[in-house]
């Protein structure tokens, strides 16, 4: 049983689409965080949520604690978004992670 | 960018042989954890700690201790290692509010076991 499930798994894109990963998680939890991880490369967080929306350039997060569901958004993407995305939940002290969505962007 | 290295970054060693590796941060935080990233499971948690000489243990913490004895260093051992603990070994740390306590990770820690 995974506490935090991850769709779609993989996603191909084209330059310049809107792109959604979404999120949902079965624990209460009192943060989620979205993480980025490029091929070979370390884990960056994106975002922190614990409730409601945020947004840093081309990337918005949005949270409803009610459904247990967390979205994140991508506009206009681009081939340097080429990425795993990763969305942790905050349990009491630990994380649980889902599997990541591997989004590739066609020029 | 947050304080947080892991070394080595790369190790080949040996079944059988003991393997530590070190976790070291600058930013004072609580919280620090080690996860290993394997294909098709993610990143799961070995270890975590909550304080200096206060860990527990994680989901997959067989055949691994870790040892806090200052805030700043978090250090993984491996008594005697297996080729199934080949993987990429991701420290993070975490600050002590849950409402505003950023995550960061360390470069990754690539380890090797034949």
């Known amino acids: 049983k995974n506490e935090v499930e991850q769709s779609p798994q993989n996603l191909t894109a084209q330059e310049g689409e809107f792109i959604t990963i979404n999120c949902s998680y079965s624990?209460?939890?009192?943060?989620l965080h979205w993480l980025q991880q490029h091929p070979g490369g370390g884990i960056v967080s994106l975002f922190m949520?614990?409730?409601g929306k945020k947004k840093h350039g081309r990337l918005i997060a949005t949270i409803n604690i009610q459904e247990k569901h967390s979205s994140l958004h991508i506009t206009a993407s681009h081939p340097r978004d080429s990425a795993v995305y990763i969305c942790?939940?905050?349990?009491?002290?630990?994380?649980?992670f889902g599997t990541g969505t591997s989004l590739t962007v066609i020029p | 960018d947050a304080g947080i290295t892991q070394s080595p970054r790369h190790k080949v060693t040996e079944t059988g042989t003991p393997v530590t590796l070190r976790c070291h941060q600058t930013?004072?935080?609580?919280?620090m954890y080690w996860y290993r990233q394997d294909p098709g499971h993610g990143l799961r948690l070995i270890h975590y700690?909550?304080?200096?000489?206060?860990?527990d243990k994680g989901e997959v913490s067989d055949g691994y201790s870790v040892s806090r004895s200052k805030t700043e260093d978090f250090l993984l051992t491996l008594e005697s290692a297996t080729s199934s603990q080949t993987s990429v070994y991701f420290c993070?740390?975490?600050?002590?509010?849950?409402?505003?306590?950023?995550?960061?990770f360390g470069e990754g820690s690539r380890l090797t076991v034949l």
């Open positions: 993070a740390i975490r600050g002590g509010s849950t409402l505003t306590g950023e995550l960061f």
């Open positions: 624990v209460g939890i009192s943060a």
């Open positions: 949520l614990s409730s």
């Open positions: 942790a939940a905050l349990t009491g002290n630990q994380f649980y």
């Open positions: 930013e004072n935080h609580r919280y």
């Open positions: 700690s909550y304080g200096v000489k206060d860990t």
